[in-house]
């Protein structure tokens, strides 16, 4: 617990020496890790993070099988084969997938076969349907088929003893299916962790309500809902707090999660309590950081669980959220730390201004290949957000970037419409 | 429905003919469109698909207020106030978010403001807690603001009538926050497709079981499930389907979705009764693309419903889904119809070699800023796709792509580690 009589009160007075942005991601990479695992059912585990390496216990496939429909037999017997020579088999038996085949072929014959039935004994290779006629008990073959071929062998896919997908993968669609295929189920990942998401402030209303006179309706927490879940967490949202210090002490007591995230209340104006509850109840390791906005911004820690300062300003908390709630959250659940945006690089349309000593986060819009940052850039205009394509972050050692400068764009939305060309510029991804 | 007595049975004869995948593509955008709307709360709104524009009824803020916790006053006031010649006020009040402040701000006075509170009478600007000392019922004030800094102004973020968000948005959730902010609750969005996934084979176990003797495990479903989820649409899967024609078509007589997915039995074996079937119940509108793998996926239509057929084989099974069944889900649900993965285009570190006359969907590596074609390319080569970093589609005009040629690699996972740069090579993305 840090000593109460040591934390400056900042209400009322401002800021003296804000944290550096870099320090701050230091601080969270170094006390932060991977949350325990736990075991789930497969369909649940598309987009999770494996907390293991898998090895297969068996070979795919497990046995030889017809790859294409058509007539198992020797391969060799077919040389020659050809649209003026067909070449005719005997007909012994069929071959299903899921049951075992008895017939055993011999010279001369073949077994009709389809694809992911267990090749017979004595066939090595498998003529397709488009090759052969069938004809009275007898299969006319056009094309000669080495040994081997259309034959799925044993173990091809996976062998037994392989690692088939690392610790630490974000599950794609096709890994699950793997998973199944090898009866890795159910699956080791990593634990979700669950976020606490508090927001403070008198002037609130309830999510979902009108606005009305003196009162504006809360809009973070359902931003940072949606901005958890997308970081692989779990949200628990409680009910909004009023700016009184007992009532946010009695709120940050009741969380239990992993990460407690509070909206408002981070400043330095009279009634921004959680600074001080934060250094009374546990550590109060940031307030203040050098960048904009969100320059309230705050990092505490209660135990070990990271509580997060996010200034009311929408847009504050959006990028204080992205910058460091997010990150920490990532980090929990095992995924990759950094900001979970596509980045593209292109050149400035109009220069963007920024004071050295502090990082910016400026709101732009791409045009023809070029990045215009917005003219309204304060930490209150969320249609900002909305209007913009993505955001540019400009360094705290940086007076600003000029027109034509290069500039890297986090892109809000996923780019699935564009293109990543040589040349830099997006353009349209049609498929063909 | 299709004449059934037309519909030519390719059961152990092969396709004639194949389909262009340009067609069935054209196919799907010519008789598919977005379903109807629903109403859903904020707090699910995040990814879905807005139905129509929103326009705002309200001003944001609704009010003039605070935008700095400070001391509002009249900004003339200040002009000449420094370091050396700090200028007082008196402060006759106070004002705090959510209330209304019934002082009026004569000259040489003040009122203590937090960020968010209503601007009181007579007051034009906030003088930031930072640039004023407060003492003694006065306040010093080190800076000059000029009349209106420091203050949200009415309508500044959303004026009233403002279109606040277009038709077929995919919902940010910085556009949730402004919808609740705006009271724009519940929203009008697109409503998700449903559905259903058929998996046929008698071979297979269900996915969560070990494989045994001549059974293996259903994988595609629940790679399909994901894709599904991934694409916008509800996924409902059946038990698996035995190899009976009578099975197969309860099955598909039992699907109440708005897209029905059957893999499996969609080939030229003898078993493959899924085409027929649906040509019987409705329309076999393509059974055979000329593309590999995938070659036997097959599209019908039961009344407007689209029905796909997926090759058992799992690759073709995933790139039958990815062109043409998640196609038709991300139409219905509103989305970008084109392939959801981010595309980079580089240099082929080897050739690859296609045949004129079908697509391509070939499985690549990214190293160094290269591009390697996986060497193992058969479609029951499911390991081929996690290893994979992605996929190259060769077109069908095409003998196949030189070393050195520039391909666009569709990516299977979200590159949020890269950053696409002028020089077209993807490299780690650092934040800072």
């Known amino acids: 617990m840090s000593d109460p009589t040591r934390i400056r009160d900042v209400r009322m007075r401002g800021f003296q020496e804000?944290?550096?942005?870099?320090?701050?991601?230091?601080?969270?990479?170094?006390r932060l890790q991977p949350l325990p695992h736990e075991s789930i059912a497969l369909?649940?585990?598309a987009?999770?993070?494996?907390?293991e390496d898998i090895i297969s216990e068996i070979d795919i496939p497990p046995f030889n099988r017809a790859a294409m429909d058509g007539y198992a037999l020797k391969g060799e017997e077919t040389f020659g084969a050809g649209t003026y020579n067909p070449l005719e088999f005997a007909i012994?038996?069929?071959?299903?997938?899921?049951?075992a085949c008895d017939v055993e072929v011999a010279p001369g014959q073949a077994v009709r076969i389809m694809t992911g039935a267990p090749m017979p004994k004595g066939a090595d290779a498998v003529v397709p349907a488009e090759l052969a006629e069938e004809r009275q008990g007898k299969v006319a073959v056009v094309e000669a088929v080495p040994p081997g071929k259309h034959v799925g062998h044993i173990g091809e896919d996976i062998a037994c003893g392989d690692v088939v997908l690392p610790a630490y993968r974000v599950l794609r669609p096709q890994d699950v299916a793997i998973l199944a295929a090898i009866g890795a189920?159910?699956?080791?990942?990593i634990r979700r962790p669950v976020v606490n998401i508090l927001v403070t402030g008198d002037e609130l209303l309830p999510c979902g309500s009108k606005p009305t006179n003196?009162?504006?309706?809360?809009?973070?927490?359902?931003?940072?809902?949606?901005?958890?879940?997308?970081d692989g967490g779990i949200p628990e949202k409680a009910p909004i707090i009023p700016d009184r210090v007992e009532a946010i002490r009695e709120a940050i007591a009741l969380t239990a999660g992993d990460v407690v995230l509070i909206s408002g209340g981070s400043s330095v104006g009279k009634e921004d309590h959680a600074p001080r509850i934060i250094a009374k109840m546990g550590e109060l390791a940031v307030h203040g950081v050098a960048m904009r906005?969100?320059?309230?911004?705050?990092l505490g820690f209660l135990d070990r669980r990271p509580v997060f300062l996010l200034p009311g300003n929408?847009?504050?908390?959006l990028s204080a959220y992205d910058l460091f709630a997010g990150r920490a959250i990532r980090i929990l659940g095992g995924r990759d730390r950094n900001l979970p945006y596509v980045a593209v690089t292109l050149p400035l349309a109009r220069k963007i201004v920024s004071a050295v000593g502090r990082l910016d986060y400026v709101r732009v819009r791409i045009s023809q290949g070029q990045v215009e940052p917005l003219a309204t850039s304060g930490a209150s205009i969320l249609s900002s957000t909305t209007k913009a394509d993505g955001f540019v972050l400009v360094p705290r050692d940086s007076e600003g970037k000029a027109e034509g400068d290069e500039v890297r764009v986090f892109l809000y939305d996923q780019p699935y419409a564009w293109s990543f060309k040589a040349s830099g510029s997006p353009s349209e991804n049609a498929m063909l």
């Open 293 to 298: 906005p969100a320059s309230p911004a705050g």
């Open 47 to 51: 987009g999770r993070v494996l907390a």
């Open 185 to 189: 189920a159910p699956v080791r990942v």
């Open 92 to 99: 012994v038996g069929e071959a299903y997938p899921g049951r």
């Open 214 to 230: 003196h009162h504006i309706v809360d809009s973070n927490s359902v931003m940072l809902e949606a901005l958890v879940r997308r």
């Open 43 to 45: 369909h649940e585990a």
């Open 314 to 317: 929408p847009v504050s908390c």
């Open 18 to 30: 804000r944290v550096d942005v870099a320090c701050v991601l230091k601080m969270l990479d170094d």
